[in-house]
């Protein structure tokens, strides 16, 4: 609730700091570590008397308190996966958390020097948006493709499994490099109609030739579900397969005992989502990240230096 009233929050500041300087909007910075270190700051010191300083002081103390929540999260992530290494799983709990709190303490020295705040607005921009763009295809790719597809070539044939992938995998590759192209040269409108279009036609095609040599495969080996004919059993295992047994592993996991309802459990919009729209929506939105990244000579136009360090911390990060 917090994070969602402060969002509101940011354009009547924003709005306000740029009448009184009699700037223009985009001139002042609304988002990454200005909005937190500089435009906030700048607002909260125009508030009347003394209340000015409480205030600065509430909102550096939950800076400071939602760091540490964070940090939480993060070494938690961390000593979980060192735990599981071969090379380090055999050191204690206590000394995965010394040594990774240690080595996180020297790499945050860097953020106290004169380059701190350049670093961590190249550290935010690529590990925070960039990486997390990825590691989102590539978890979606991994649990709505990737996940039991030995299985679902056994139910509808290599033919309509291989077919299906190329074909809806080259649909969003269309639309984004149709996007990509035209965006410089045409409206956002055509842009997104010729995108579109091709896109959705090339995997229109595609979906309904492995839907008919799926259906045909089911049909002389006798894999149809119960209650499906050989067409809604291709169907169903195409496009929900693969993310409905994650699924299932999910609900087994998030349940109160085995015929409780109590928790939130996972179902077919969640499968659709995972398996379709999450990788369209990354990989359109990665594209025009690097486009964006291409067009400024690097991001904010910051020195080379700068720039391939973060993308070794990228892969660092990815690996």
Known sequence: MFSFVTGFVVFPIIGHLTHIQGIPFDALTVGGPGLAFVTYPAALSLMPGFSANIFCVIFFLTFFMLGIDSAFSMVEGIIANLQETRLLGSLSRPTHLIGTCALGCLGSMLYAADIGYYM??????????????????????????????????????????????IFVSGGILCITFMLFLLWEFTSGSVAYGIGFGFGGITMVIGILLSIYFGAIYVRNNGTEIREMNHYQTTVYILCFHQPNNVGKILNGAIRNGEDSQENWTVGHVWSLLVKFVVP????????????????????????????????????????
């Open 120 to 165: 961590l607005d190249l550290i935010d921009f690529y590990i925070n948006n960039f990486c997390l763009l990825v590691i989102v295809l590539l978890e979606a790719y991994a649990v709505g493709w990737g996940h039991d597809r030995k299985t679902m070539i056994k139910l509808v044939g290599m033919k309509a499994s291989v077919m299906f992938e």
């Open 280 to 319: 369209a929506c990354c990989t359109i939105l990665l594209a025009f990240t690097a486009r964006s990244i291409g067009r400024q000579n690097g991001y904010e136009g910051y020195p080379v230096g700068f720039q391939l360090l973060e993308h070794l911390l990228c892969c660092l990060s990815l690996a």
